[in-house]
C-alpha cells in the first residue's frame, strides 16, 4: 500500500507561484510514474502533469506548458509542481497520483492508469 500526501496549496494572487509536494510512503516512489491532476466542483478530473519514474520524462497539458514544472526527488520520495504565473482558471483542488509498474521512462495522461491518490490540496488563484 502506498500513501500519498500533498502540501504546499493556498491562495495567491494572479502572476504568482506556488510549489505543490506529494510525499509517498510504504513504497520507494522510484517504483512509481507520478502525475499531477486537478478538479472543480461539477468537472471531471482534468491532466496537469506526469513524470516517469527515472525523471527522464515529463509531460503537459497544453495550458500548462511553460508555466508549471513537475520534477521529483527519488531520495527524498517527493514530486514537486512548480506552478508560475498562475491564473484564476487554475484554481482547482490538486491532487497527486502514482501509478506502478510502468517502464523507466513512461509517463500517462489518463487518470485511470494510476493506482494510487493523495487527498488534495486546494490552490486558490485571485484575481
Known amino acids: 500500500q502506498v500513501q500519498l500526501v500533498e502540501s504546499g496549496g493556498g491562495l495567491v494572487q494572479a502572476g504568482g507561484s506556488l510549489r505543490l509536494s506529494c510525499t509517498a510512503s510504504?513504497?520507494?516512489?522510484?517504483?512509481?510514474?507520478m502525475g499531477w491532476f486537478r478538479q472543480v466542483p461539477g468537472k471531471e478530473r482534468e491532466f496537469v502533469a506526469a513524470?516517469?519514474?527515472?525523471?527522464?520524462?515529463?509531460g503537459y497539458a497544453d495550458s500548462m506548458k511553460g508555466r508549471f514544472t513537475i520534477s521529483r526527488d527519488n531520495a527524498k520520495n517527493t514530486v514537486y509542481l512548480q506552478m508560475n504565473s498562475l491564473k484564476p482558471e487554475d484554481t482547482a483542488v490538486y491532487y497527486c497520483?502514482?501509478?506502478?509498474?510502468?517502464?523507466?521512462?513512461?509517463?500517462?495522461?489518463?487518470?485511470?492508469?494510476?493506482?494510487?491518490w493523495g487527498q488534495g490540496t486546494q490552490v486558490t488563484v485571485s484575481s
Open positions: 497520483a502514482a501509478m506502478y509498474g510502468s517502464s523507466w521512462f513512461s509517463v500517462a495522461r489518463d487518470h485511470r492508469s494510476y493506482d494510487y
Open positions: 513524470i516517469a519514474r527515472s525523471g527522464g520524462s515529463t
Open positions: 510504504g513504497r520507494t516512489s522510484s517504483s512509481f510514474a
